[in-house]
């Protein structure tokens, strides 16, 4: 569930301050507030979530005048001053605020209080669901009952004609009347214990004479909608000829409704009844357009939009209905880091907080499991990087946010390249929405564990033979040495692969003396981690494993007592 990037904190305690700035240091977007601040309209109204750092008490009575509904209540939070709880007050669901109280827990430690029903039941909120995938769940006043019979029930029933991802623990079924929730843009007379869940879908296209009058666009629309079975509701915006946007019927007929109103030139018009092959109408010779209905309608709908009602007349008015093309899935490829969660960037935890899948292998989901907790996650294990990206596309093709997550930076020795070949290969780059998060690569977290041993030129080789020959290698080392560049060593040495290490020292040897300082990091940013500072004659490969990364200075590095350093020269020679 996406979550407000904009965080608000009120602390009304020097204790409670230094916990909101700690807590500011993981949201670049947060503020604190002076707790003088009295009048929270300004904030209340902004789309950010608020989060009070002390007694439940005081935040309820500051944000008592400004509650509203759910709807539009933004996120708030309660935090005690010493970090031990966090709590969700309002607008858990829509607002983010559960999901936002998860993800404090997870970077502070403290214990998350949920008191939602769905939460505390284990089973997928509807409303949660339906705010995801952008539909309306209606009628609105049937929810609370809905979800209450729902969670005693322990199952759902979906019939749907509109292809929104569903929840595992959801069955679909073919018949409505078989259904508790239907998923469609069409009219279904309801019983009282179903639910619609309503996409806004479709983009009316109209055309009109001059002075039509609001009324008659009104019943056109209401009749042509009863006859072919659509819900009014499901509109999401009505386009027409653009210099008839200032009539005065159109305008006070659209005026009522949550519309976005477009208009669109002749000159696009037009164009688009070539490329499709509409029909002309005879109206063209007043207007210029050579039909509006059913253009504007499929230009309102964007690409990939098919004309769901050809143009109909009634009266004045011609109206013609298009439909959109389901939203897109999206595939993330996240790079969550060299291991803790304090050197994961913002942007990476707003894609597995917002993801519905998470894919990946398996050390790499168990160093972020604690911001899973609700996540579908599919593990696989070493050798098995096709099948993980495969199934990330296959998530992603039925429309589902998918996360694959990559240790260290997913463009660096990662899957990016893999999903972009295979997203080729299947044919699926335009269907689907691809992005690739970046992560702190161990070649940065390391070299900072190390002080400052890149400050020059140098090359990164990783020396696993499992998908680069041997002899490749070998090349790469002996250019890479012979050039004097700093050398970094990714994958120096496996269980099964154990001389690989011990050859290229020797390659290097060739062309580095055995003094030249080398150093050693282990497992950056976990608990584990370990940072040993050696030479190229004496490097110990048996203290070395696939967790560890190798830096091999050139011929200027140096070691400063605990740190390695290579100038770069900024004041002529400085050592």
């Not at 072919?228 to 305008?251: F, H, I, N, Q, Y």
């Not at 494993?545 to 900024?570: A, C, H, I, K």
Request: charged share 25%; glycine share 8%; aromatic share 6%.
């Amino acid at each position: 569930m996406p979550v407000p990037e904009k965080i608000y904190l009120l602390a009304f305690t020097e204790r409670g301050r230094r916990l909101a700035a700690r807590l500011s240091d993981f949201f670049p977007k947060a503020q604190i507030l002076s707790p003088e601040a009295r009048d929270l309209s300004p904030y209340w109204h902004s789309g950010a979530a608020l989060i009070f750092v002390g007694a439940c008490g005081i935040a309820l009575r500051r944000i008592a005048p400004y509650i509203k509904d759910k709807k539009t209540d933004p996120a708030v939070l309660v935090m005690d001053e010493t970090g031990r709880f966090v709590i969700p007050l309002l607008s858990g669901h829509l607002g983010g605020a559960n999901a936002l109280c998860q993800e404090i827990g997870t970077l502070l430690g403290a214990e998350v209080v949920l008191t939602t029903a769905s939460d505390l039941s284990g089973l997928p909120a509807p409303d949660l669901w339906a705010e995801e995938h952008r539909l309306l769940l209606l009628p609105e006043e049937r929810l609370p009952r809905f979800t209450r019979e729902y969670l005693e029930r322990g199952h759902l029933f979906v019939f749907r004609d509109w292809p929104a991802p569903l929840p595992p623990e959801w069955k679909e079924v073919e018949a409505p009347e078989a259904a508790h929730l239907l998923v469609s843009y069409r009219r279904f007379t309801l019983r009282e214990d179903q639910l619609q869940a309503l996409p806004r879908a479709l983009f009316l296209g109209v055309g009109f004479n001059q002075g039509t009058p609001a009324r008659e666009f009104e019943e056109a629309f209401q009749s042509l909608f009863e006859e072919m079975g659509l819900r009014p509701e499901a509109v999401r915006a009505v386009a027409t000829l653009e210099r008839k946007l200032s009539e005065e019927g159109l305008r006070q007929w659209v005026s009522g409704k949550d519309w976005e109103v477009r208009g669109f030139a002749a000159e696009a018009l037009n164009e688009e009844v070539k490329r499709r092959r509409l029909s002309a109408s005879a109206a063209g010779q007043h207007t210029g357009a050579l039909a509006v209905a059913e253009p504007a309608a499929l230009l309102s709908a964007g690409p990939g939009g098919k004309l769901l009602v050809p143009k109909v007349k009634r009266g004045n008015v011609t109206l013609a209905v298009a439909l959109a093309p389901p939203p897109k899935g999206r595939l993330s490829v996240v790079g969550i880091g060299p291991g803790g969660l304090e050197e994961m960037t913002p942007a990476a935890r707003k894609v597995l907080r917002e993801a519905e899948w998470v894919v990946g292998y398996g050390r790499y989901v168990e160093q972020v499991s604690s911001l899973l907790r609700d996540k579908r996650v599919f593990v696989s294990g070493m050798t098995r990087e096709v099948e993980r990206v495969e199934r990330a596309l296959e998530w992603a093709r039925e429309g589902r946010k998918v996360a694959l997550v990559s240790g260290g930076d997913p463009g660096i020795y990662g899957l990016a390249g893999l999903v972009f070949e295979l997203a080729r290969e299947r044919g699926v780059l335009s269907s689907i929405e691809i992005e690739v998060v970046a992560g702190l690569s161990a070649l940065n977290a390391c070299a900072a564990r190390l002080g400052a041993p890149l400050m020059h030129d140098f090359a990164v080789i990783s020396l696993s033979d499992r998908l680069t020959p041997w002899e490749l290698i070998e090349k790469r080392l002996s250019a890479a040495a012979e050039a004097d560049l700093v050398i970094v060593l990714f994958n120096p040495r496996s269980r099964l692969r154990t001389h690989h290490l011990l050859r290229a020292r020797e390659i290097l040897l060739r062309h580095r003396p055995p003094e030249t300082p080398v150093g050693l990091v282990r497992a950056a940013g976990r608990p584990e981690e370990a940072v040993l500072l050696t030479t190229l004659g004496d490097l110990p490969a048996e203290a070395v494993d696939m967790q560890t990364t190798v830096f091999v200075g050139n011929s200027e590095t140096l070691r400063l007592e605990r740190w390695l350093v290579t100038p770069r020269g900024y004041r002529g020679r400085r050592f």
